[in-house]
């Protein structure tokens, strides 16, 4: 599951929390990453150097696309998140 994480940040000028991505992609801990990373492909994201790993809405792990790449074929993001 690709989506997209609404949010409503805003924040003040100059805060970190104005500078926060809201369009990233999220994914399951079971997700394969070849599976991911084609759900990825062809959609644009604030960020996409990483996937923000769910467990249902909660954040579970992150992995980047670095560990991604590397991973052994039928890898799941469980495998690499940190």
Aim: net charge negative; charged share 25%; proline share 5%.
């Amino acid at each position: 599951m690709v989506t997209y994480v609404p949010t409503d940040f805003g924040g003040e000028p100059e805060t970190a929390l104005s500078h926060a991505y809201t369009q990233v992609p999220t994914a399951s801990p079971d997700d394969l990453i070849v599976t991911t990373l084609e759900r990825m492909r062809g959609r644009r994201f604030d960020s996409a150097g990483a996937v923000a790993v769910l467990d249902r809405d909660r954040l579970v792990g992150v992995a980047t696309i670095e560990q991604m790449f590397a991973a052994d074929n039928g890898a799941t993001l469980r495998d690499v998140m940190d």
